[in-house]
């Protein structure tokens, strides 16, 4: 298995772009987040899925869109990109509630200037 | 005021001592989990536990529901075990919440 993959790994954007941050995962898992991460601040959730066809915003969802036909993509998609959107953004899935490992992707960052 | 906190922040130590990393949180939870975030920014899962105590290796995780409180000890830690450690508690719905890390560098 792959786990849960992530591309690009790296993305400098001019302010006002728009782009995509692919996710995937191969485990089957129904559950599903992006977060992002600051200096010095701790992850933080952005949207998050259950299962294909739902989604629900996190903490921070503003400037963020999200879909998920398929139980193995959850692609996040940045309109009109802004400074405080510089972060380095992973993606994560997990089987089910309770005791059950979350696994990782291995991040992007993202430069907006 | 953060639902996850950690202390401390950063910690630097000899190689072989004990060290403790603590974690409090003030929501109600189905898990907790500790994470490892090594240099190069990958993050794994080290233990997830909603009661007790469970150890792998030379990492003990304890965790006191009552308290709303967690511990992560290294026992003889070693280099390799530098790296920043991440509390993350799962909620009663479907959310995670983060501390913000423990820098953790030992020293040969």
């Known amino acids: 298995n792959a786990g849960v993959t992530q591309t690009p790994k790296f993305r400098i954007l001019k302010i006002g772009q728009s782009m995509t941050l692919q996710c995937a995962q191969d485990m089957n898992h129904n559950y599903m987040y992006w977060y992002r991460q600051d200096p010095g601040m701790g992850l933080k959730l952005i949207y998050y899925s259950v299962g294909a066809g739902i989604t629900d915003k996190g903490e921070v969802p503003n400037g963020y869109n999200v879909s998920r036909s398929t139980t193995e993509d959850f692609p996040l998609r940045l309109e009109l990109a802004a400074p405080s959107q510089t972060s380095v953004y992973f993606c994560?899935?997990?089987?089910?509630?309770?005791?059950?490992?979350?696994?990782f992707g291995p991040g992007t960052r993202l430069t907006v200037t | 005021k953060n639902e996850v906190e950690q202390s401390p922040q950063n910690l630097t130590a000899q190689e072989g001592e004990f060290i403790t990393i603590n974690c409090s949180y003030s929501v109600g939870i189905s898990a907790l989990h500790w994470l490892q975030q090594h240099p190069g920014g990958g993050i794994v899962s080290l233990f997830m536990?909603?009661?007790g105590k469970k150890k792998h290796g030379r990492l003990i995780a304890t965790i006191n529901i009552q308290e709303k409180h967690s511990s992560l000890h290294i026992t003889a830690s070693h280099p390799r075990d530098s790296a920043v450690y991440i509390c993350?508690?799962?909620?009663?719905?479907?959310?995670?919440?983060f501390g913000t890390g423990t820098s953790l560098t030992v020293i040969p």
């Open positions: 536990l909603s009661s």
């Open positions: 994560a899935s997990t089987t089910g509630v309770g005791l059950y490992e979350q696994y």
């Open positions: 993350a508690v799962r909620g009663v719905g479907n959310q995670f919440y």
